[in-house]
């Protein structure tokens, strides 16, 4: 019997802590591959091409999904997000799990091509300490984190499509969190049977 890989999907709010779970969560999970998005927003200091996103122009985002490239996209707060299909498929061939940090949109229609993922939605304790740590974090405008906080709400909303809530108050006890339902998910009798040949 193999153990089944999984594709798992991370949303939540702008701040919740998606991408530091992620850093955490592929540093202990050798067979975790993250999927590298292609974006048109600018690069922030510190981003690295390649290794946050592939920062690229409209026309090249335009050209990639006119050929069919992204698993998913979305416009996320005036910018265009997408996941590149090709790592994942390959990745997941492999037998590796994959993680993909995207937006509610983006998740949505993962869901229709992957019903098999896993989905799980991170929410922070609290909007005050979502709204801390967006401003903490350094990184963007005033107009960008107003922006970022008016969507919280109806971001909110789509909890329920998720298979998953974990509430980021404590980084260590919310990556354990997400460790357990990897787990967990990998006993789910549905995923055995398919790989027992
Ligand atoms: P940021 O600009 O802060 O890096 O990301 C903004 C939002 O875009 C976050 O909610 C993030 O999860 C989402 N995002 C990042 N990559 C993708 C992607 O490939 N597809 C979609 N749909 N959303 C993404």
Same mark, same amino acid.
């Given at each position: 019997m193999k153990t089944p890989s999984l594709l798992i999907?991370? %949303?939540?709010? %702008? !701040? $919740? !802590?998606?991408?530091?779970?992620?850093?955490?969560?592929?540093?202990?999970? #050798?067979?975790?591959?993250? %999927?590298? %998005?292609?974006?048109?927003? #600018?690069?922030?200091?510190?981003?690295?091409? !390649?290794?946050n996103y592939y920062f690229i122009s409209e026309e090249e985002f335009m050209e990639?999904?006119?050929?069919?490239?992204?698993?998913?996209? $979305?416009?996320v707060y005036d910018n265009y997000y997408g996941t590149p299909i090709k790592k994942v498929e390959e990745q997941l061939r492999k037998g590796n &799990?994959?993680?993909?940090?995207? &937006?509610?949109?983006? $998740?949505?229609?993962?869901?229709?091509? @992957?019903?098999?993922?896993?989905?799980? @939605?991170?929410? #922070?304790p609290s909007i005050d300490e979502l709204k801390r740590r967006i401003i903490k974090r350094g990184t963007d405008p005033q107009e960008v984190i107003n922006k970022r906080m008016s969507c919280v709400q109806d971001e909110l909303s789509y909890v329920s499509e998720y298979d998953y809530v974990v509430v980021n108050d404590n980084l260590e006890t919310a990556l354990e969190k997400l460790?357990?339902?990897?787990? $967990?998910?990998?006993?789910?009798?549905?995923?055995?049977?398919?790989c027992i040949e």
């Open positions: 999907v991370l %949303s939540g709010p %702008s !701040g $919740a !802590g998606k991408g530091t779970l992620s850093k955490l969560l592929v540093k202990e999970m #050798p067979n975790l591959y993250c %999927s590298v %998005s292609a974006t048109t927003r #600018p690069k922030r200091e510190g981003e690295v091409d !390649g290794v990639m999904k006119a050929k069919g490239e992204f698993l998913e996209w $979305a416009k &799990d994959v993680l993909l940090e995207i &937006d509610i949109q983006g $998740a949505l229609q993962v869901k229709k091509r @992957f019903s098999k993922g896993v989905f799980i @939605f991170i929410v #922070p460790k357990a339902i990897i787990t $967990a998910e990998k006993c789910r009798p549905h995923r055995q049977k398919i």
